[in-house]
């Protein structure tokens, strides 16, 4: 009886721990077509893209001076690999999806925007 609730406790430990999201949540549930029907190339503002996102997790320029916003999340999973004794220690890694919001400026206004929902993938260890 008492090795089963700790193999139920280190079961339920191992499937919390399995999880992690990072980046900036404001982007989370968005697709393509509702940051469509927010942002308008040549009609929405720096101004109205903070208060509808928040802060940018990365500004940059282009050559030509343009202002670059990339706001990214990304939400991973452990592999089931992980939690095999030994061979854990020696092809770890997840697997998940991550969403990247850029945005170009010109001046104060939206010149273009895009986003991309990719699949991702980490491996570490020994074989990574």
Same mark, same amino acid.
């Given at each position: 009886?008492?090795?089963?609730?700790?193999?139920?406790?280190?079961?339920?430990?191992?499937?919390?721990?399995?999880?992690?999201?990072?980046?900036?949540?404001?982007?989370?549930?968005?697709?393509?077509?509702?940051?469509?029907?927010?942002?308008?190339?040549?009609?929405?503002?720096?101004?109205?893209?903070?208060?509808? &996102?928040?802060? %940018?997790?990365?500004?940059?320029?282009?050559?030509?001076?343009?202002?670059?916003?990339? &706001?990214?999340?990304?939400?991973?999973?452990?592999?089931?690999?992980?939690?095999? %004794? &030994? &061979?854990?220690?020696?092809?770890?890694?997840?697997?998940?999806?991550?969403?990247?919001?850029?945005?170009?400026?010109?001046?104060?206004?939206?010149?273009?925007?895009?986003?991309?929902?990719?699949?991702?993938?980490?491996?570490?260890?020994?074989?990574?």
């Amino acid at each position: 009886m008492k090795m089963s609730s700790v193999a139920g406790c280190l079961s339920a430990l191992l499937l919390l721990s399995a999880c992690a999201s990072s980046g900036n949540e404001s982007i989370k549930n968005e697709t393509s077509e509702t940051v469509d029907q927010k942002i308008k190339d040549g009609v929405t503002t720096k101004q109205e893209v903070k208060a509808l &996102y928040g802060d %940018p997790l990365e500004t940059s320029f282009t050559d030509s001076g343009h202002e670059v916003w990339k &706001y990214v999340f990304a939400k991973t999973r452990a592999n089931g690999t992980n939690f095999i %004794p &030994y &061979y854990g220690a020696f092809a770890s890694g997840t697997h998940g999806k991550a969403k990247t919001l850029s945005i170009i400026f010109t001046d104060q206004v939206v010149w273009h925007h895009s986003l991309a929902d990719s699949q991702i993938q980490t491996h570490q260890g020994i074989g990574g």
